[in-house]
């Protein structure tokens, strides 16, 4: 499985992003496609995941500012984020799970600055 991230960049704190990340290979194989994200001097951590049956799981921290989504065909997840916070500032990772493996992509910067 291949994946391709993008919409990072630069907004204003309170201002919203929409990331996406388009899988492409054995996308039959997927049973879950997810949002990680790293901050500088900090470890990867969950954002946003979202199952081949719609099932959600979100950072505690971020429910309410943060919607995860896919298409109907299963090859591409939505981050819908909203009201922006300097310190949601990171590479934003997509992810994706088979029975089998794990796969990550290539990350998208995410800065909120004034």
């Known amino acids: 499985v291949q994946l391709q991230a993008c919409g990072g960049g630069l907004v204003q704190p309170g201002g919203s992003l929409r990331l996406s990340c388009v899988a492409s290979g054995s996308i039959f194989s997927i049973n879950l496609m997810g949002w990680y994200r790293q901050a500088p001097g900090k470890q990867r951590e969950l954002v946003a995941a979202?199952?081949?049956?719609?099932?959600?799981t979100y950072a505690d921290s971020l429910k309410g500012r943060f919607t995860v989504s896919r298409d109907n065909t299963w090859t591409t997840v939505y981050l819908q984020m909203n009201s922006l916070k300097p310190e949601d500032t990171a590479v934003y990772y997509c992810?994706?799970?088979?029975?089998?493996?794990?796969?990550w992509g290539q990350g998208t910067q995410v800065t909120v600055s004034s």
């Open positions: 992810n994706t799970k088979t029975s089998r493996n794990e796969f």
């Open positions: 979202i199952t081949r049956g719609g099932t959600t």
